[in-house]
């Protein structure tokens, strides 16, 4: 029987023989070699005025620092601690304004689904659907989530080792798609606690998957405030910066929100808007450094 540290071990042997993965989404190529992709946005839709803003000056940001930029918001909370927690305005007024938003930026959009009866409608205006961690297990979602013929991005599950994603992978690949995204998003800890471990990223870049490092979403504290999670945003950008140095990073998925502290959900996580760009600054200075250390 195979123990945590042989499987490890095995994986990080095969560094050499890394597939070289390709999404396309849009004109945006996601895999290693091609360049970093941020999948970013407010946790949730407040408003399409909210959203039209943030994903603008998302985008504005990504350009200056030579990345390719994905929207990302949640049209339906549907994994909240509580059923008092906001949600959104839901599949029918949140598809309806990323639509929009997606039209007047000519920006790809991307958004989870929680109900296999969901996707066919999510699928008629997201350019990639997502796979949330909680569900990452669920057999006959994944593969209905994937005959939506679009990308998929499939968030590990928190109760996962990085190993076992291979079955997750295995399952969209079956279903037809080979269109397929891992995201990294931490592991449980004890109780209400989240820890990054990069070895991880190297698993999941050996599975044939260009693999995204979510930063805010693994400094989630879940359920860490009682009735709401908590989280840590300080630790972002030290963890942001670590998973892109691995070297195994094809992009970086943040929640963001020009006032965290007043955001109707996951504020404690979510990274402040104005401190993007230092942060884009450093993931891409990073990069520059690993493409010259490989010339």
């Given at each position: 029987m195979k123990t945590p540290g042989s499987r490890l071990k095995a994986q990080g042997s095969r560094r050499a023989a890394l597939p070289s993965a390709k999404v396309q989404i849009g004109r945006i190529s996601v895999g290693l070699g091609q360049p970093l992709v941020l999948i970013a946005g407010p946790d949730?839709?407040?408003?399409?005025?909210?959203?039209?803003?943030?994903?603008?000056?998302?985008?504005?940001?990504?350009?200056?620092?030579?990345?390719?930029?994905?929207?990302?918001?949640?049209?339906?909370?549907?994994?909240?601690?509580?059923?008092?927690?906001?949600?959104?305005?839901g599949p029918q007024e949140g598809l309806r304004i990323l639509a929009r938003v997606k039209r007047a930026l000519g920006i790809p959009v991307l958004s989870d689904v929680?109900?296999?009866?969901?996707?066919?409608?999510?699928?008629?205006v997201l350019d990639i659907l997502?796979?949330?961690?909680?569900?990452?297990?669920?057999?006959?979602?994944?593969?209905?989530?994937?005959?939506?013929?679009?990308?998929?991005n499939i968030k590990k599950g928190q109760f996962l080792a990085p190993w076992d994603m291979r079955h997750v992978v295995e399952k969209a690949w079956a279903a037809g798609n080979r269109q397929v995204?891992?995201?990294?998003?931490?592991?449980?800890?004890?109780?209400n606690n989240l820890v990054s471990d990069l070895r991880s990223l190297q698993v999941l870049a050996s599975l044939g998957?260009?693999?995204?490092?979510?930063?805010?979403?693994?400094?989630?504290?879940?359920?860490?405030?009682g009735s709401a999670s908590g989280g840590q945003r300080e630790f972002v950008p030290t963890l942001v910066r670590a998973a892109v140095a691995t070297g195994y990073c094809s992009g970086i998925f943040l929640e963001v929100h020009e006032d965290p502290d007043h955001a109707p959900v996951d504020g404690p996580n979510m990274l402040k808007l104005s401190d993007v760009p230092r942060l884009l600054e450093d993931v891409q200075a990073i990069q520059m450094a690993l493409k010259r250390a490989k010339a």
């Open positions: 949730v839709i407040e408003s399409e005025k909210h959203l039209a803003s943030h994903a603008e000056r998302l985008a504005k940001m990504c350009r200056r620092a030579g990345i390719s930029y994905i929207i990302k918001c949640s049209y339906d909370k549907a994994n909240r601690t509580s059923y008092r927690s906001f949600r959104g305005p929680h109900c296999r009866e969901e996707v066919a409608r999510a699928a008629e997502q796979v949330p961690a909680f569900l990452c297990r669920q057999t006959d979602f994944v593969m209905t989530v994937a005959r939506a013929g679009k990308p998929i995204l891992v995201t990294e998003r931490g592991a449980s800890f004890g109780y998957c260009p693999v995204i490092y979510d930063g805010t979403h693994s400094v989630q504290l879940p359920g860490g405030r």
